[in-house]
């Protein structure tokens, strides 16, 4: 039972037109039904929940089994949240709290030490203890002006091909790309599939797909507009620096484009390749993967650290009881973490911890926002050192 007296379940099979048409409502987008088909294939049994009202569906959440690389190379099982949408006719009478509370009973029950989401709006999930752990930037980069450095690498390499002639190349690229990346997600087959299937509705007024493929990267690509055209980047996978500059190189060579647009992490090296790293402007920047962490020690203890540290942390989770009082032990690079009663050094809440998780945000930041408190400066500039990552943060593909 949901908080306003409708009906909280398992979705059934008769449901999913239903929540076809309310994701549809919700997103103003109408998801094609066989892309539909290959996602439902990673949502577990009992993990899509529906709220109805009579016959109809007025609120949906569900999540899907991913493997999350975290920083180290460690793979931990994470519940990817999605489809959340409440219809219109009945939002803020407490439905995304009910659903949020039974399906993270459910993800608890199944042991995941995580839970995961991309957001809509950055407001809503801080109070269901989601941090956002990784951040997005997005680049416009002025083609015709841009000169790489006399000596930025020019390690060449790079073809054009038919994506979906090479889609197992272009998925190992990926996979060892996912394995060394925090943030990176398994993708099964299926799911490039789907990427490779190129459909009219996914291209947003685009051209078909474009292709470079190099031994260790690949960029996938649209162009857009009428007149002087631009390049859109659907992804860009360098497993190495040599083929992250080769393929910057081959896009930079499209003569007819007027700019590159890419979303990117915000340690990207491509600024650093060029004579004016000003050709490289940031028209927007935000959260893009939010991390609950269910299991506080496991996931504490999965990833590695850049320093050592011994402390208390007091974590409080508002929402569920997944918070409490932890010793950290972190010596070359390994944590040990179990509850204590020893008086604690270090006070935040579970949103902050999910943040701090893949580096990709600093804990002093925090400290300054008061939303990390301790007595003890020194202290927190080591849990600074700690929890950075030796590779940048980015999430593996949207969900
Ligand atoms: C966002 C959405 C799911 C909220 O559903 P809802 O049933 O109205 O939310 P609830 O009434 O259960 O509210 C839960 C809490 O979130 C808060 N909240 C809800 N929507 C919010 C928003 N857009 N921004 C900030 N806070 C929000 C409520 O104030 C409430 O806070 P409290 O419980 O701490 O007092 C719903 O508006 C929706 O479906 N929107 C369109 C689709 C969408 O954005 N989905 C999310 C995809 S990531």
């Given at each position: 039972?949901?908080?306003?007296?409708?009906?909280l379940?398992?979705?059934?099979?008769?449901?999913?037109?239903?929540?076809?048409?309310?994701?549809?409502?919700?997103?103003?987008?109408?998801?094609?039904?066989?892309a539909?088909?290959?996602?439902?294939?990673?949502?577990?049994?009992?993990?899509?929940?529906?709220?109805?009202?009579?016959?109809?569906?007025?609120?949906?959440?569900?999540?899907l089994?991913?493997?999350?690389?975290?920083?180290?190379?460690?793979?931990?099982?994470?519940?990817?949240?999605?489809?959340?949408?409440?219809?219109?006719t009945?939002?803020?009478?407490?439905?995304?709290r009910?659903?949020f509370?039974?399906?993270?009973?459910?993800?608890?029950?199944?042991?995941?030490?995580?839970?995961?989401?991309?957001?809509?709006?950055?407001?809503?999930?801080?109070?269901?203890g989601?941090?956002?752990?990784?951040?997005?930037?997005?680049?416009?980069?002025?083609?015709?002006?841009?000169?790489f450095?006399?000596?930025?690498?020019?390690?060449?390499?790079?073809?054009?091909?038919?994506?979906?002639?090479?889609?197992?190349?272009?998925?190992?690229?990926?996979?060892?790309?996912?394995?060394?990346?925090?943030?990176?997600?398994?993708?099964?087959?299926?799911?490039?599939?789907?990427?490779?299937?190129?459909?009219?509705?996914?291209?947003?007024?685009?051209?078909?797909l474009?292709?470079?493929?190099?031994?260790?990267?690949?960029?996938?690509?649209?162009?857009?507009?009428?007149?002087?055209?631009?390049?859109?980047?659907?992804?860009l996978?360098?497993?190495?620096?040599?083929?992250?500059?080769?393929?910057?190189?081959?896009?930079?060579?499209?003569?007819?484009?007027?700019?590159?647009?890419?979303?990117?992490h915000?340690?990207d090296?491509?600024?650093?390749?060029?004579?004016?790293?000003?050709?490289?402007?940031?028209?927007?920047?935000?959260?893009?993967?939010?991390?609950?962490?269910?299991?506080?020690?496991?996931?504490?203890?999965?990833?590695?650290?850049?320093?050592?540290?011994?402390?208390?942390?007091?974590?409080?989770?508002?929402?569920?009881?997944?918070?409490?009082?932890?010793?950290?032990?972190?010596?070359?690079?390994r944590?040990?973490?179990?509850?204590t009663?020893?008086?604690?050094?270090?006070?935040?809440?579970?949103?902050?911890?999910?943040?701090?998780?893949?580096?990709?945000?600093?804990?002093?930041?925090?400290?300054?926002?008061?939303?990390?408190?301790?007595?003890?400066?020194?202290?927190?500039?080591?849990?600074?050192?700690?929890?950075?990552?030796?590779?940048?943060?980015?999430?593996?593909?949207?969900?």
């Amino acid at each position: 039972m949901s908080a306003s007296g409708l009906e909280l379940r398992t979705a059934t099979e008769d449901d999913w037109p239903l929540m076809r048409r309310l994701d549809a409502t919700s997103f103003g987008h109408v998801v094609d039904p066989s892309a539909l088909a290959t996602w439902r294939t990673m949502i577990p049994g009992d993990a899509a929940l529906v709220v109805a009202d009579g016959p109809d569906v007025v609120a949906q959440a569900l999540f899907l089994d991913f493997q999350l690389t975290v920083p180290g190379g460690a793979i931990l099982p994470v519940a990817g949240i999605s489809w959340v949408s409440v219809a219109p006719t009945h939002r803020r009478r407490g439905l995304l709290r009910s659903m949020f509370t039974e399906l993270h009973d459910r993800i608890g029950a199944a042991g995941y030490p995580i839970a995961a989401l991309t957001a809509s709006e950055g407001g809503i999930y801080g109070r269901f203890g989601y941090g956002p752990a990784t951040v997005a930037v997005e680049w416009s980069v002025d083609r015709r002006t841009v000169r790489f450095r006399a000596d930025a690498p020019d390690p060449a390499g790079v073809r054009i091909v038919t994506p979906r002639d090479h889609v197992d190349e272009l998925a190992a690229v990926y996979d060892r790309w996912r394995r060394d990346t925090p943030g990176g997600l398994v993708r099964p087959k299926a799911l490039w599939d789907d990427l490779l299937a190129d459909r009219d509705d996914d291209r947003a007024g685009g051209s078909p797909l474009f292709a470079f493929l190099h031994a260790d990267g690949y960029v996938l690509y649209r162009t857009h507009g009428a007149g002087p055209r631009h390049v859109r980047v659907v992804e860009l996978t360098a497993a190495t620096r040599d083929a992250h500059v080769a393929l910057w190189r081959a896009l930079c060579g499209l003569d007819l484009m007027e700019r590159i647009e890419i979303a990117t992490h915000p340690a990207d090296p491509l600024p650093y390749l060029l004579t004016d790293a000003r050709q490289v402007r940031t028209t927007a920047a935000a959260d893009d993967l939010w991390l609950r962490l269910m299991d506080i020690p496991a996931a504490l203890q999965a990833r590695t650290y850049g320093g050592d540290l011994s402390t208390v942390l007091e974590v409080d989770d508002a929402f569920r009881a997944d918070g409490g009082r932890f010793a950290l032990q972190i010596r070359d690079g390994r944590a040990v973490c179990t509850p204590t009663d020893a008086a604690p050094e270090v006070f935040l809440d579970l949103d902050v911890l999910g943040a701090l998780y893949l580096g990709g945000h600093r804990a002093t930041a925090f400290a300054a926002a008061n939303r990390l408190r301790g007595n003890d400066f020194e202290l927190i500039h080591r849990i600074d050192r700690a929890f950075a990552a030796d590779v940048p943060a980015e999430l593996g593909f949207p969900f």
